[in-house]
């Protein structure tokens, strides 16, 4: 029987390769892994601040900086003055961008989907409590 630190490697390289060939199902394969995160943080949080979104990633603002700009310039999101602050920038998902995600999303589901066909009944049950319980620790 496995011990409870052989147990979290092994959880921990399994969810790490399912999350990268979840990363490789993307709409637009130029994007990378950061840019594609601030789009999924729009889409999920609404417009954000340049400093926001820096600090919800874990980088610095000049480097939140230079993907905001390439977002910008591929035309997923719009920059807009702040209304209260005009010293801050509110950063937006455009319509490109929100029809980016939505088709990321789908071809993930789809992806996933299919190899979740490939199981028994009883596999996909044991997936779905495992689901449970990794979105229990990751709130943590």
Do not use: H
């Amino acid at each position: 029987m496995a011990t409870i630190a052989e147990q979290s490697t092994e959880l921990r390289l399994a969810t790490f390769r399912l999350a990268r060939r979840m990363r490789a199902q993307k709409a637009d394969e130029a994007l990378s892994d950061a840019q594609f995160a601030v789009l999924g943080a729009l889409y999920r949080g609404g417009t954000q601040t340049l400093t926001q979104l820096a600090e919800r990633e874990k980088v610095s603002a000049p480097s939140m900086n230079r993907t905001v700009n390439c977002l910008e310039e591929t035309g997923y999101i719009e920059r807009t003055a702040d209304e209260v602050d005009r010293r801050k920038t509110n950063i937006t998902l455009n319509d490109a961008g929100l029809a980016l995600v939505k088709a990321t999303i789908s071809q993930r589901d789809a992806w996933l989907t299919t190899r979740l066909r490939d199981l028994s009944k009883e596999d996909r049950a044991v997936l779905a409590r495992a689901a449970e319980l990794i979105g229990g620790l990751a709130t943590q």
